[in-house]
């Protein structure tokens, strides 16, 4: 696909996008992807920044818009930047526990609640197992991922520390 930043990009020129992971009790929100990026997956709903945005206010645009509910307070738990043969990102992730409203389903997401204790990790990006739980679990995270043919071939995470939100398109914590 042209202008789709593949493998070769450098971390730097990556496009960012965001998830948000809201726990409410011993239940997590996720959506059954219907369109776009990892279409069919089971994600946290998320999506691709736009212009002048800062990763929080995407992630609280994108959650109203793919399912319909508010999230008061997204707190920054870490990124991840990763590389695959169509698609590559810097991925924001923040961690939610307040909400206005009633997950709705959209054009592009089904909303489906699941135990925080039995994620199903078969039916999602096969490198979220490696980070989730640790988000979850009010823990913080930087990863960096390589796919190749739809299967992880690097995966490095880090865990407990300190990601800054603005300007950490490295997701290394370097600027
Ligand atoms: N859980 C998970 N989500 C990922 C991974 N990689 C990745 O890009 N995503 C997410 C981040 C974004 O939320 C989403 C990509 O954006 P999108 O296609 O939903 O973008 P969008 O909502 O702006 O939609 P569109 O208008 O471009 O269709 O995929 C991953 O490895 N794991």
Redesign the pocket.
């Known amino acids: 696909m042209t202008g789709v930043p593949g493998p070769t990009a450098a971390r730097e020129q990556l496009p960012e996008?965001?998830?948000c992971h809201l726990v409410d009790g011993d239940r997590t929100l996720l959506i059954r992807?219907q369109?776009?990026?990892?279409q069919g997956?089971l994600?946290?709903?998320?999506?691709?920044l736009e212009a002048g945005e800062t990763p929080r206010e995407c992630v609280v645009r994108?959650v109203r818009e793919?399912v319909g509910i508010d999230v008061a307070d997204p707190e920054r738990a870490g990124a991840?930047a990763?590389w695959a043969d169509d698609?590559s990102?810097v991925?924001h992730v923040f961690r939610a526990t307040a909400y206005e409203g009633t997950p709705t389903a959209s054009a592009?997401a089904d909303p489906v609640w699941v135990p925080v204790d039995d994620v199903p990790f078969d039916e999602?990006?096969a490198?979220?197992r490696t980070w989730l739980p640790t988000v979850l679990d009010g823990g913080t995270f930087r990863g960096t991922?390589v796919f190749h043919a739809d299967e992880p071939r690097y995966v490095d995470v880090d865990r407990g520390v300190n990601v800054p939100e603005r300007g950490d398109v490295s997701a290394t914590g370097r600027r």
């Open positions: 996008a965001t998830l992807k369109r776009g990026v990892g997956n994600v946290g709903p998320g999506g691709k994108e793919e991840f990763y698609w990102a991925v592009e999602m990006w490198t979220d991922f």
